[in-house]
């Protein structure tokens, strides 16, 4: 009769490479139980690989259009309140002229400049809203502000106002501001509202030749650029992302709010004046509600808003059914993971002791 034996160091061996086995086996299994993933999405998927390759793919460009749309809502739902605002300051000055009438008191006067001042300064102060470091109404120069500070020391469309009032009362041999008739008065409105709505050019003199020719408005008040800036919403749609300080509505509030707020003096002429006071309610009636208007501009806005929320909801429905497709490929059932990473660890602790006792086993403990 012969007699075979398994040695200890064999068993010791075999329990070895079984709680290897299981360790390896227990990572992919915490893996799976923690990101809910397949571990090893080749293996599992197979020649499915690279359709989820392409939706994971699909899912990231969606995303990054629909971070693209978020910026652009908040950009254009920004340059909408501003225009709200400026719409608002714009019925301040028309409330402001008809509080005045026809009135030469110097305090009425002086509390109709304030309004127009202060008009003025937050209308500005709308023009150079930011968003996240860019300019809304800079068009795409959104790194530049695009409004110039009237009141501020040295401003350049402080100066160009001065500069086109004295050349014209010089030209004309008027003695002073104050001796303009209305009729002159009229006369300098026509050529000053020409040039803020840029159907006449910088003239030289009063300006330097290097600016001569060129759009008033641009040249003095505004650095914004004519072209607005664009984002991709959707695969399909583009849309103008924000607006520019360059449209008729702004030049015309810039222009009523200015000769109203420099030249209701009371040592004007009562024509003079009346003609400043019937010209601005023109020019300001015009900048809200007519052609190219502050209200057109708000509109634009409006719809480029609406279009943008739309997007969004059809982007992040794709997304959502993308994202439900992907999970079906991907994911593992969480109560599966987390049964199979606790049978993981129960054997892995059998095998630990299993391994213990034979180790403990000894010739010596039998003699």
Same mark, same amino acid.
């Given at each position: 009769? /012969?007699?075979? @034996?398994?040695?200890? !160091?064999?068993?010791q061996?075999?329990?070895? *490479?079984?709680?290897?086995?299981?360790?390896?086996?227990?990572?992919?299994?915490?893996?799976?139980?923690?990101?809910?993933?397949?571990?090893?999405?080749?293996?599992?998927?197979?020649? *499915?690989? #690279?359709?989820?390759?392409?939706?994971?793919?699909?899912?990231?460009?969606?995303?990054?259009? &629909?971070?693209?749309?978020?910026?652009?809502?908040?950009?254009l739902?920004?340059?909408?309140?501003? &225009?709200?605002?400026?719409?608002d300051?714009?019925?301040?000055?028309? =409330?402001?002229?008809?509080?005045? +009438?026809?009135?030469?008191?110097?305090? *009425?006067l002086?509390?109709?400049?304030?309004?127009?001042?202060?008009?003025?300064?937050?209308?500005?102060?709308?023009?150079?809203?930011?968003?996240?470091?860019?300019?809304?109404?800079?068009?795409?120069? #959104?790194?530049?502000?695009?409004?110039?500070?009237?009141f $501020?020391? +040295? #401003?350049?469309?402080? %100066? $160009?106002?001065? %500069?086109e009032?004295?050349?014209?009362?010089?030209?004309?041999?008027?003695?002073?501001?104050?001796?303009?008739?209305?009729?002159?008065?009229?006369?300098f409105?026509?050529?000053?509202?020409?040039?803020?709505?840029?159907?006449?050019?910088?003239? =030289?003199?009063?300006?330097? $030749?290097?600016?001569?020719?060129q759009? @008033?408005?641009?040249?003095?008040?505004?650095?914004a650029?004519?072209?607005?800036?664009?984002?991709?919403?959707?695969?399909?749609?583009?849309?103008?992302? #924000?607006?520019?300080?360059?449209?008729?509505?702004?030049?015309? @509030?810039?222009?009523?709010?200015?000769?109203?707020?420099? &030249?209701?003096?009371? *040592?004007?002429?009562?024509?003079?004046?009346?003609?400043?006071?019937?010209?601005?309610?023109?020019?300001?009636? /015009?900048?809200?509600?007519?052609?190219?208007?502050?209200?057109?501009?708000?509109?634009?806005?409006?719809?480029?808003?609406?279009?943008?929320?739309?997007?969004?909801?059809?982007?992040?429905?794709?997304?959502?059914?993308?994202?439900?497709?992907? +999970?079906?490929?991907?994911?593992?059932?969480?109560?599966?993971?987390?049964?199979?990473?606790?049978?993981?660890?129960? !054997?892995?602790?059998?095998?630990?002791?299993?391994? %213990?006792?034979?180790?403990? &086993?000894?010739?010596?403990?039998?003699?």
């Amino acid at each position: 009769m /012969k007699t075979s @034996f398994i040695s200890s !160091l064999s068993i010791q061996t075999t329990m070895r *490479n079984s709680i290897a086995g299981v360790q390896r086996e227990m990572v992919k299994a915490n893996q799976e139980a923690v990101t809910q993933k397949h571990a090893d999405l080749g293996v599992t998927l197979g020649a *499915n690989t #690279s359709r989820a390759l392409d939706l994971s793919r699909d899912i990231t460009r969606i995303n990054s259009l &629909l971070s693209t749309a978020a910026l652009a809502t908040q950009r254009l739902e920004s340059a909408e309140l501003s &225009l709200k605002n400026m719409n608002d300051l714009g019925l301040t000055i028309q =409330s402001a002229i008809l509080t005045l +009438g026809s009135s030469a008191d110097e305090t *009425n006067l002086e509390t109709a400049r304030k309004a127009m001042s202060d008009a003025l300064d937050s209308f500005t102060t709308f023009a150079n809203t930011a968003v996240q470091g860019e300019y809304i109404f800079a068009g795409i120069n #959104s790194d530049v502000k695009p409004m110039e500070d009237y009141f $501020a020391p +040295g #401003s350049p469309a402080k %100066a $160009a106002f001065d %500069a086109e009032l004295n050349h014209y009362v010089s030209t004309n041999g008027i003695g002073s501001v104050a001796a303009m008739t209305g009729t002159q008065m009229n006369d300098f409105l026509d050529k000053l509202e020409a040039k803020f709505n840029g159907s006449s050019t910088v003239t =030289s003199p009063p300006h330097s $030749a290097a600016v001569a020719g060129q759009d @008033f408005w641009t040249a003095f008040f505004s650095d914004a650029s004519d072209e607005n800036m664009k984002s991709r919403i959707s695969p399909t749609e583009v849309i103008d992302s #924000s607006t520019n300080a360059n449209s008729l509505g702004m030049r015309n @509030f810039a222009f009523a709010s200015i000769v109203s707020m420099e &030249l209701l003096k009371g *040592n004007m002429t009562q024509d003079a004046r009346s003609a400043v006071a019937t010209r601005t309610t023109s020019v300001i009636n /015009k900048a809200m509600n007519g052609v190219d208007s502050l209200k057109q501009q708000r509109t634009t806005v409006g719809i480029a808003t609406e279009r943008t929320s739309k997007a969004e909801e059809r982007l992040q429905a794709q997304e959502d059914i993308l994202t439900k497709s992907l +999970g079906s490929m991907e994911n593992v059932d969480p109560e599966e993971a987390a049964t199979r990473l606790n049978t993981m660890k129960t !054997l892995l602790e059998t095998a630990y002791t299993v391994t %213990a006792k034979i180790q403990q &086993l000894s010739l010596a403990n039998y003699l």
